[in-house]
């Protein structure tokens, strides 16, 4: 994905706001080769919780609702506040609902600043996928 400096660091930005808790948001995408962010929309993780996130159904149909009218969703978003930014079992299997989407998980290790990864999941497959920034 192709994402700019400002649209990451509006996204660790709301990751650095309560790192005790997974957080979680969906990002919008122009669709393409990559596909390039468009927006990031914050959403609200139900369990407040530093072991898992869910995002509300109603609040998620809404925040597909909105990455539709400007392109797509293309990405769902969280952070793993005590480990590294690898998908766990949970995410994996939360990911056969989302098929092409990407997920960018921003990992808090103790004493590390926040390193961020994104991953094409399809069933046990976990493929790592570039973030850059796009060119000028």
């Known amino acids: 994905?192709?994402?700019?400096?400002?649209?990451?660091?509006?996204l660790l930005a709301h990751v650095r706001e309560d790192p005790?808790?997974?957080c979680c948001g969906v990002v919008a995408v122009e669709p393409g080769q990559p596909p390039l962010a468009l927006r990031v929309f914050r959403a609200k993780?139900?369990?407040a919780s530093p072991l898992k996130f869910e995002i509300e159904p109603e609040e998620l149909r809404k925040l597909w609702s909105a990455c539709e009218e400007?392109?797509?969703?293309?990405?769902?978003?969280?952070?793993?506040?005590?480990?590294?930014?690898?998908?766990?079992?949970?995410?994996i299997n939360f990911a056969a609902n989302w098929p092409g989407v990407e997920w960018i998980i921003v990992g808090l290790a103790a004493g590390r600043a926040p390193e961020v990864r994104s991953y094409?999941?399809?069933?046990?497959s976990v493929q790592e996928v570039t973030i850059e920034e796009p060119a000028s």
């Open 1 to 10: 994905m192709n994402i700019s400096r400002e649209l990451l660091d509006e």
């Open 45 to 47: 993780n139900v369990y």
């Open 20 to 22: 005790e808790n997974e």
């Open 70 to 91: 400007i392109g797509e969703l293309g990405a769902i978003y969280h952070s793993h506040v005590r480990s590294e930014p690898y998908p766990s079992q949970t995410d």
């Open 120 to 124: 094409l999941i399809d069933g046990a």
